[in-house]
């Protein structure tokens, strides 16, 4: 099975919880890093509040859940790894990091666009007792790694595993859902396989009002956003490519 | 003999070209890439049996219903009940993390006497002293429960008082209240059915109820939709996540929202856009203009915009009345998609915040919110399942924490229909601890354990034969075999929802616009949190990222 | 060469001396200045080690590098310094491969400068990654795709060469050259020594470029990405010119500075102008090459990934300043200073011109490692600000105390600036 997973994300939906944030780091057995900033903290899944930066009845604001792209062409991160702690799973199009091979170095974070990509500044540590909540499928990390979204691999894995033991060659789609897909209340985020034109997220993929983040950069990244709104569209570009006329809709009263 | 240079030059390469044959490079590096991965100090998971359970959560008087995986009897990972009624399948980011609660290094672990440390047995003794010695307040956080039911007997057995700390979603019923003697706790709102919702300030889409029920029934029907089934007008200061989302945007200035309802209901009796003919509020349309920061115009074409496609509700974020008289004016009491009455059998209660006098002790239950404080000189005992420190109270007692008590679930604040569902307990308390209920099970053996009450309600839902058993499919009661299999499948997490409302039944009398009264500022969004801290996941929107400021007086 | 004794070697009633370890026929401080002038380099150095040794037992929460701020002051410290560090192999190149004779004085310190460079480098490479016991991994599960598998590669086997060019000069000490084995050793080491030039100019050439290959292939940061000529992007080229012409000027500043220390001249006024116009020539070629490429960059590269240069440039005080500080004041300016000879003849010039090419050779890598990190790349970023903590600054600083105190002790006690036996060399005026 050749399959190419990626996101469509309804930035019309998304209301900024942070559901999907606290989820992700649950199920990815992300320390808790209450001294630490929005620059050193870990988020695999981030959600960024953006705005179209007026004041009063104007201002109009989006919330954009940011993570790992899992980009398919020249993966930034993954050329750029001395050791192959990164790479493209050809099965299924992730971009798998190996916290166990990584050095450390740092050069990934670099090469990442989305700074989708954070490290481990200090060892992690759970209260006593608090490792007892932790995630068995998922290993821990140690201090001196990167890490990033792996869109749950775990689950696909688990996913693979169910199937295997059912006899079955492919997996069922409902049993592979990360856990930001899951926790998301309205259903903002959807997954799915690019590779599959009858799956809806492949669909959603094409339609005009999806768009990608930096996409002139060429990295052919997996993570789709759509919106209705002008103004969110146009942010997919850099700051030189905005066109500010389009931010001015107004939604009066 | 005489080392040469050739020597030195031959073996040294010799040894070298030996050693790569040898295990000795092989292992070491290989020992150092163990070593370089598994430091003995990184916790490592536990192992044993995966087993996924059904519960709920208990954090705050919604109920959500939790999926959670167990392994080797430990909570690892929740996730919410795609076919809960209320829920939706939907928890706050904080429920995420809520498995981790109860490793919280403030969990309370030890009975605490006015800051020392103190046992089970002399906090009874205080407290049965106490109970001599004059009446006790009791005030609960999550009324309707089994245990609540517990907390009552007892308080009214003493002679005592019973106290209610209600939900911001209750509160703001609280004025249907006062003008039809339907009790808050029996009210809610039918947004299932209404096309438009004003909310004035209630944060709707962001900790407002369940976090899944509006937020489904939005996504459903509104999101991302230029013409949208359900319209949310959104009356806010600021732009707040609802507005940033809602359909409509209605920027007032702070404190002026009863200024508005009043202008809107003015608008809608002049123009006569409502079949209601009263009653008139007392506030011009310049005042109105004056106070809310809009234009006479464009209060007109909100009251237009508003009534433009019914059934609509109005919903306030405090018990501010102005608002409740517009859903008075707009014919939403008591109607399809307005304000329903969905329960007969829901009792009204005294707020927990009036002051209290002559008590000798007041008990507060875990369920109420930490930075509840009472005013009051008695003697406090407070339980708590983590200290959330700087506490007023005399006695801190540690109370069973997250998943960690068999407890019932009433229906959650502003439902439309009755709910009820059963909480088993999933994670092993620590023996240190004891509910409230437990504890004055000790002063007073008659009262009933809130097991016994929980199986004697499941009992009286069966013979009832009313609503509709949610698990995987939906069963009527009627069908339902027996009383056991109905409390088997609580057990096991299914919710029983009672039938629709009955439109009759709840009329509002209001014959003067109300004054408007100094009403309570907005509720942040958690408080109805009862834990004073925070998961600490929840470090990752409120430190780790900037996507939400950190709540004041908790502690992550 | 004279064998006369020096006042300072006599003994005198207790003196602690270390005569017999000097060279001989050279003049040096007595023992204690020496000591006195270790002194403070010597606590800076322990300062450093203090620091680093934080950041390897608590991590690298030490510094104030984030996640958005990956590369810091030590990158940029390391970029810099094997910059300046490209006088070792530049040199030896122009000697050995090219037969410019004439700057055979300072090849030795070339040498030691070299050393001092690339074995700070990797030092503070291994404080600055968050593993520092699986370093060996990029040797094990190289990327043949990754600009750090060869720069790992070649800085590692260029230092190990630098290593077998230093042990011969440090088997001229004095005491050292009494074994006979040494003796002997240093010899046929001697005779690798053309061949080691030739190797290390090879891996020089492949790291300084790989450097700038590290940002050029940054598709993710198009202020630092360039095309190029097959797989290496143009800042590949630039990196190695920059290098190659400011390596020279730091050997210059170096040596000058080891004469005002020590107040005699060691290397002939010559030497010095001819190093300033090989950099002068060459920071020429670098400052047309890096305009024409900016001029692609502006015109061409950038804009086709949907960023226009003028938001680079927007965030003070990182304005179009900096680039024009960068190629005219700090590169054209003193290409022409070292190479016109009214300026090149007079050493004050010639010196103030070195300074100012391996200033810019420094703001060069500065843009690149930090600006880079610093500028936003997503329409809802932010400019982003980085300072150093002191444990960084520390580290930096602890590499040159300890670069001070090597090439301190190199001079005390090896014959750096003399000529060496059995060359058909110059003889160096003293």
Known sequence: MTARYGMVIDLDRCTGCGSCMVACAAENNVPALPQATARTGLTPMLVRKVSNEMDGAARREVFIPITCMHCERDTPCVSVCPQQAVEVDKATGIVMQMPQRCLGCRYCMTACAYHARYFNWRDPAWPAGMEKSLNPAVAVRMRGVVEKCNFCHGRLHAAKEKAAAAGKREIDAADYVPACVEACPTAAIHFGNLADSNDPVSQESRSSDAFRLLARLGTEPKVYYKSKEAWVRQLAESVSARNPEASREAKHV | MKVTRRDLLVWSAGAAAGLMVTPVPWKVLDDVSIWSQNWPWIPQPPRGPVEVKQSSCTLCPNGCGLRVRMVGGWPVGVAGVASHPVSRGALCPLGFGAHQLNWHPQRLRAVRHRGNTSTWGEAHAAFAKACSEGPVVVIDGWPGRAASQVLENFAKSRRGEYRVVLSPETRALLPYERWSGAPATSLGYDLENAQTIVSFGAPLLDGWGAPGRFTRLWAERAAGMTDPQLRLIQIDATLSRTAARAWRWAPVRAGAEAALAAGVARVLLEEHLVASRGPMPHTTSAEAADQTGLTADAIRDLARTIVARGPVVALANDDNPAIAALNVVLGAVGTRGGVVRRSKTAKSYVAADAEIRSARAVLINSSVPWDFVPRTDAEVFRFAAWDGGSSKADWLLPAPGFLEELTDVPAAPAMATETYAVAQPLAKAPHEVRSAAQFLAGIDASLPTAEKIIRARCQDLFHGRAGTLCAQDQTPVSKVASAQKLEEQLWNGAVWVGEPFRAESFRCELKEWPTVAASVPSQNWLSSWSAPILPPLASKVFQESDLRERPEGRIA | ?430
């Open chain 3, 1 to 430: 060469m004279s064998s006369t004794a020096l006042p300072d070697s006599r003994l005198t009633d207790g003196q602690l001396t270390d005569a017999k370890w000097i060279p001989r026929g050279e003049e040096r401080t007595s023992l204690s200045r020496f000591l006195l002038w270790l002194a403070p380099w010597v606590v800076v150095l322990g300062v450093g080690v203090y620091a680093a040794g934080l950041c390897l037992y608590y991590g690298l929460n030490q510094t104030n590098m984030d996640n958005r701020f990956a590369f810091g002051l030590w990158i940029f410290l390391d970029l810099g310094i094997i910059a300046l560090g490209a006088g070792a192999f530049f040199t030896g190149f122009l000697v050995y491969i090219l037969k410019r004779t004439e700057l055979r004085p300072i090849l030795n310190t070339a040498v030691v400068v070299g050393l001092i460079c690339y074995s700070g480098a990797v030092a503070i490479l291994m404080i600055d990654v968050g593993q520092p016991l699986r370093a060996w991994f990029t040797f094990w599960h190289p990327n043949t795709h990754s600009m750090l598998t060869e720069v790992t590669f070649c800085i590692s086997c260029y230092l190990l060469v630098l290593c077998l060019e230093y042990i011969p000069i440090v088997l001229r000490n004095r005491q050292l050259r009494r074994l006979p084995s040494f003796l002997v050793f240093e010899h046929q080491l001697h005779k690798l020594v053309p061949v080691l030039a030739a190797v290390g100019t090879l891996l020089s050439f492949f790291h300084q470029g790989s450097l700038g290959g590290l940002y050029g292939v940054l598709r993710g940061r198009p202020f630092a990405y360039r095309h190029g000529f097959f797989i290496w992007p143009s800042t590949f080229f630039l990196f190695i010119l920059s290098a190659i012409a400011s390596g020279p000027s730091f050997l210059m500043l170096v040596t000058a500075t080891v004469e005002k220390v020590t107040g005699k001249r060691l290397v002939a006024g010559e030497v010095f102008r001819r190093l300033g116009f090989i950099s002068g020539v060459l920071l020429a070629i670098y400052v047309a090459a890096k305009s024409i490429d900016t001029l692609v960059w502006i015109d061409f590269t950038s804009p086709s990934v949907g960023f226009a240069p003028w938001q680079y440039y927007m965030h003070k005080p990182f304005g179009l300043p900096i680039l024009f500080a960068e190629i005219v004041i700090f590169g054209l300016l003193p290409a022409f200073l070292l190479t016109y000879r009214r300026t090149a003849m007079r050493r004050g010039w010639l010196l103030s011109a070195a300074a100012l090419a391996c200033g810019g050779v420094l703001l060069n890598r500065f843009v690149l490692t930090v600006q880079t990190l610093a500028l936003p790349t997503l329409s809802f970023d932010e400019f982003l600000q980085y300072t150093p903590s002191w444990q960084e600054v520390a580290s930096f600083g602890g590499v040159i105390a300890y670069g001070v105190i090597v090439y301190s002790l190199s001079y005390r006690y090896l014959p750096l600036f003399a000529p060496q036996q059995g060359d058909d060399a110059h003889v160096s005026g003293h």
